[in-house]
């Protein structure tokens, strides 16, 4: 099966620095996408790479089995980018008769199918965030997409303005049969729905893979705090952290932990990738050199 987004050795760099750099990955068709990462990630680069607003520095992207910046029509992928942005001083109607004529495979029910309350006189600058959001996300969904790529959906929602976003996405992305990729720095606005997971760090991919293999790949080991030797069925410490005289490590496994000094946990995806995503806490030996002091006064 061809991946709807594959990626290999990719490296984009700007004046600043390398915003995605070295980042291989493969997402299945007719996946969710959770793309997480915490800010500067590269997530909305490499959506702009997707989408051919971006040119790559190094590397290789490919969309639907094809170079981006020749390859599928924009008809196949839909877009939103941050903030939805809209022509402002359109109306709804308006808006959505602009879609019509420049898409030939205009879907006007998948389209309108949760903008009901608004009306097609309401000019599109005085709608609120959350109308705008869900204005923009009928414009892609009326592609009737095979990839549709969303850039921080839920930033400007309020909680009740995210639940009817999620509910017309996921609605429509059932109609439709396409994969989506979900791109947003807080977790919990990806763990409701996402069944496949890419982490992106510095640029580049930290973790990737199904949700449900990443969570049975992974526990919680709590148990006394000592110097850290070899665990049987452990193949990495993704973070420690201690409390007193007790220490707790996310572990990435290898076989199941047997040692009776662990308590082995389960543990939930936000919390999982917020372990990623902090800083490595590794415990360090302790050193007696001198330290040399400098006056500032």
């Known amino acids: 099966m061809t991946a709807a987004l594959e990626t290999r050795a990719l490296g984009k760099r700007f004046r600043r620095g390398w915003a995605v750099r070295d980042c291989t990955l493969s997402i299945p068709e007719q996946a969710i996408v959770g793309l997480a990462g915490p800010n500067g990630a590269g997530k909305s680069t490499l959506l702009g790479l997707a989408v051919a607003l971006l040119t790559p520095t190094e590397g290789e992207i490919s969309v639907l089995g094809r ?13 939103v980018a941050q903030d939805a942005p809209l022509y402002r001083s359109f109306t709804v109607g308006e808006t ?34 959350g109308e705008r959001a869900r204005l923009a996300l009928g414009l892609a969904l009326g592609k009737r997409p095979r990839l549709l790529l969303l850039d921080e959906p839920f930033a400007k929602l ?6 009817e976003f999620l509910q017309m996405l ?12 979900i791109a947003s720095h807080v977790v919990a606005d990806i763990e409701r729905v996402a069944d496949y997971i890419v982490l992106l760090s510095e640029g580049s991919v930290r973790l990737e893979g199904n949700v449900e293999e990443i969570l ?34 996310l572990a990435r496994l290898s076989a199941p932990v047997v040692d009776p000094s662990w308590s082995v946990d389960e543990i939930r995806l936000e919390e999982l990738l917020l372990g990623y995503m902090a800083p490595e806490r590794l415990e360090k030996r302790e050193t007696h050199e001198k330290r040399h002091l400098r006056w500032h006064g």
């Open 216 to 249: 049975a790949s992974h526990r919680l080991l709590t148990g006394s705090r000592r110097p850290l030797g070899r665990i049987a069925g452990v193949s990495e410490i993704v973070r420690q952290t201690h409390s007193g005289r007790q220490m707790t490590l």
């Open 158 to 163: 309020d909680p009740r303005a995210g639940r």
């Open 96 to 129: 959505l008769e602009f879609a019509r004529a420049t898409n030939a495979s205009w879907d006007a029910t998948l389209a309108t199918g949760s903008l009901a309350r608004l009306s097609s006189d309401q000019r599109v600058s005085a709608l609120s965030a």
């Open 170 to 181: 996921m609605d429509g992305v059932a109609e439709a049969r396409a994969t989506v990729v």
């Open 67 to 79: 170079d981006p910046r020749s390859g599928p029509s924009l008809g196949e992928i839909g877009y």
